[in-house]
Each structure stands twice: as structure tokens, then as C-alpha cells.
């Protein structure tokens, strides 16, 4: 069995990637159109990150990557309650080294000014690229966190370590493919806070929304994994759900 030490350190190392490369993928390569837009570039990007970051780290930590997800196999009794805070605090130390590399990089460009840089980092209303207010912002991200966590756990336990790294990312490509314009593309608390933590400002005024809707999404789509469990436990025994439920 992997250590929690190892488990911890691909967690801190994949979340970090996925920070530095997708959010790289806005600041680097000027992928952000006038218009809000940010095209395949961003998407593809975040999404190879994470699949990259899965293959590399599956056999150590599930590859996680993000406090949603941790939170949502918590949630699922597929994941030691006793790991959570550990886990999370990996992720956004993780989070926090991808941008501290990304601004050590970025730094380097003539005109770069963190300043009146939005730095990846997510927003609404008039941080939102394409001016989407606070409702619009809150509804996609708890929506597309809940789609997202739950395919994880459903994969984790039908699909193969082939496969499953392969469908999240290219489930969360999809997403990022409409969110990228409405906030930057969030759906991960740990890649809301590492940029955030360098805007500072705005972005850290902001960022509760990048934990709370993520986070309660997380948390719907852990209890309703736990429920379909119920019902098919409760369909190949034969045995009431309510006597299943039943502490």
C-alpha cells in the first residue's frame, strides 16, 4: 500500500501541473480572445493536463487533484474521512507552486504586470471574461462539479485505469469548453486558489463562490453515488433499500 506521505506528494505534484499548463494555456500563449472567448486552447489544455497528471499519478493517490472530488468520494464512503484535510491542503499547496512557477515565468515577458493581470485566476460580473453575474456564474459551476465528480466516482469503480483518466479529462475539456467564458473555468477549488492567491484583491474577494459551488456539488454527487449504490445493492439481493439504509 502507497504511504500517505507518496499519496500526498502526487496530489501536491498533479494539481500543480494542471495549475501551471491550463492556466499557462490564458497567460502564455495570449489564448483569451477580446471577446471572452478562449476557443479549444484553453479546454484541451486543462483537459491533457489533468489526463497527463492521472496516468502519471493513478497508482498512487486516485488522482484527485481537487477538493471537490476528495470531498465527493468522502461523501461516497469511498475515501478515508481521516485523509480529507490532508488531501486538500496538498491540492492547494499544489495549486499554489503551479502559479508561483507560472508567475516566475510570465514575469519575464515585457509588459507583463500581475497587477492588471487577471492571471487564469476566476470570476464574476466584471471579473467574469464574458460579463456573466453572480446567479449564472453559482448555478454552472455547482452543475458542471456535480457531472464531473460524479462520472469520477462512477468510473472509479467500472471503468479501467486505461480508461477512466481518459474520460474525466475529456469530460472536464467539455466543461471547461463552456465555463472557460463564463468564469474562467473553475469546477476545482485548488486551481481557484492558487491564482487567486497572487491577483489577490478581486479574486480572493471572489473566490468563495470557487468553494462553495464546487464544494456543494461535490457533495450532491457523492449522496446520490451512495444512493444508486443502495438501490442496486438493494435490486440484486432482493432486500428492501430501507432495511439497506438502515445504520
Same mark, same amino acid.
Given at each position: ?65 481537487? /477538493? ?46 500581475? !497587477? ?8 464574476? !460580473? ?10 449564472? !456564474? ?23 485505469? %486505461? ?6 479529462? !475529456? ?5 471547461? %469548453? ?61 432486500? /428492501? ?5 438502515? /445504520?
Amino acid at each position: 500500500m502507497v504511504s500517505l506521505s507518496r499519496r500526498l506528494l502526487a496530489e501536491g505534484a498533479g494539481t500543480a501541473w494542471i495549475v501551471f499548463i491550463g492556466c499557462g494555456s490564458l497567460i502564455l500563449n495570449g489564448a483569451q480572445s477580446p471577446g471572452g472567448g478562449a476557443g479549444l486552447v484553453v479546454p484541451v489544455a486543462f483537459g491533457l493536463a489533468l489526463a497527463i497528471a492521472s496516468y502519471a499519478a493513478k497508482g498512487f493517490s486516485g488522482a484527485h487533484f481537487n /477538493p471537490a472530488v476528495t470531498i465527493g468520494f468522502a461523501v461516497a464512503q469511498r475515501f478515508r474521512v481521516s485523509h480529507l484535510l490532508p488531501y486538500i491542503a496538498a491540492q492547494i499547496l499544489g495549486a499554489t507552486a503551479g502559479a508561483a512557477l507560472l508567475d516566475l515565468i510570465a514575469s519575464g515577458r515585457p509588459g507583463f504586470d500581475l !497587477a492588471i493581470s487577471d492571471f487564469g485566476a476566476n470570476g464574476y !460580473a466584471e471579473h467574469s471574461p464574458a460579463d456573466f453575474q453572480l446567479q449564472s !456564474a453559482f448555478v454552472l459551476e455547482l452543475t458542471m462539479s456535480l457531472v464531473f465528480v460524479w462520472l469520477n466516482l462512477q468510473l472509479s469503480r467500472r471503468a479501467s485505469r %486505461m480508461v477512466a483518466p481518459a474520460l474525466n479529462s !475529456a469530460c472536464l475539456c467539455v466543461i471547461y %469548453m463552456i465555463a472557460v467564458p463564463v468564469t474562467n473555468g473553475s469546477i476545482n477549488p485548488a486551481r481557484s486558489s492558487g491564482p487567486a492567491l497572487f491577483v489577490g484583491g478581486w479574486a480572493l474577494d471572489q473566490l468563495w463562490l470557487f468553494w462553495a459551488a464546487p464544494i456543494a456539488g461535490g457533495v450532491l454527487a457523492g449522496l446520490l453515488h451512495m444512493r444508486a449504490g443502495v438501490g442496486r445493492k438493494a435490486r440484486a439481493t432482493g432486500v /428492501p433499500r430501507e432495511a439497506l439504509e438502515r /445504520p
